[in-house]
């Protein structure tokens, strides 16, 4: 495809009128190469602060850095032309203050050249929300299971059961209404992402929610088996890089010590004839 024919990155209002219609499809990105595999298969790409845990080898994302966003978001932005970026914000970076909010997101968009930032919580965040985009910033909102939350919540566990039912869709409504684009759902029953889903207007993402979502979103590594520390119940593996890498590593390994790597075809000859003119 000539380089005028190609079609450009979707924007918010392109992944807001999704809703209903053809599922969204994301996934997070960390790295350059990586970004540049699923351009143009995703319609946006996150670079999530869940790249603590995966790359940097972080207990949670609760240490993840501005600075370490920054970082992984330009990498991202590389190797994206037809995918929109979306970058998380991390935790501490909009807590405070709607302005400390905005001076934040205003950086990440402006050193990474994403499209939106995505915020964690509900009814806590609302105005925080509504003043990003009043100022030109577009939000992603992420309601259930809030990783960066995760020490208040009390682990991993599973949101919007029972009575905590009302609160999650008071808090999609929230978001909704704040002026967010679209949300992630993550860890919540199946039932009560299909009624929020129904209930906004805006798109919801799901990751561990259903497929009744009007997206769906994983870890990269965790789909491709590159991240095995664990796996959440909600993720495929649509392949196992993690083993063929283990299995090429140990190949390579063995070769080096039966001196059998490099064969001639991988080494040099001292003289080389200068080809005839």
């Given amino acids: 495809m000539s380089a005028t024919a190609r079609k450009s990155a979707p924007m918010p209002q392109d992944i807001m009128a999704r809703k209903g219609g053809t599922p969204l499809v994301s996934l997070t990105a960390y790295t350059t190469p990586m970004a540049e595999m699923m351009d143009g298969i995703c319609d946006f790409v996150l670079v999530g602060d869940s790249v603590g845990m995966v790359l940097h080898g972080l207990p949670s994302t609760v240490g993840v850095t501005m600075e370490m966003m920054i970082m992984h978001g330009q990498a991202v932005r590389r190797g994206l032309t037809t995918s929109m970026l979306v970058i998380d914000m991390p935790f501490g970076s909009y807590e405070e203050s709607r302005e400390q909010a905005f ?11 994403a499209g939106a930032v995505k915020l964690e919580g509900g009814r806590g965040i609302e105005k925080t929300i509504q003043f990003l985009v009043s100022h030109g910033i577009p939000v992603m909102a992420h309601i259930g299971l809030t990783p960066q939350s995760v020490n208040t919540l009390g682990g ?3 949101q919007g059961r029972g009575k905590e039912a009302k609160a999650l869709m008071k808090d999609a409504k929230a978001v909704a209404d704040a002026g967010a684009f679209a949300v992630v759902l993550e860890k919540v029953p199946a039932v009560m992402a299909d009624k929020i889903t129904a209930q906004i207007a805006i798109p919801t993402i799901g990751i561990g929610a259903s497929a009744n979502c009007d997206g769906q979103i994983l870890v990269v590594d965790d789909m491709l088996g590159l991240f095995t520390a664990f796996k959440a119940k909600f993720v495929k593996r649509f392949a196992m890089l993690g083993d063929d890498a283990r299995e090429a590593i140990q190949a390579y390994a063995d070769e080096v010590q039966a001196r059998s790597f490099p064969a001639p075809e991988h080494t040099f000859a001292e003289d080389v004839p200068e080809k005839t003119k």
Avoid: D, H
């Avoid at 001076?103 to 050249?113: K, P, Q, S, V």
């Fill in 103 to 113: 001076r934040n997101a205003a950086r990440l968009m402006a050193e990474t050249g």
């Fill in 156 to 158: 991993y566990k599973v």
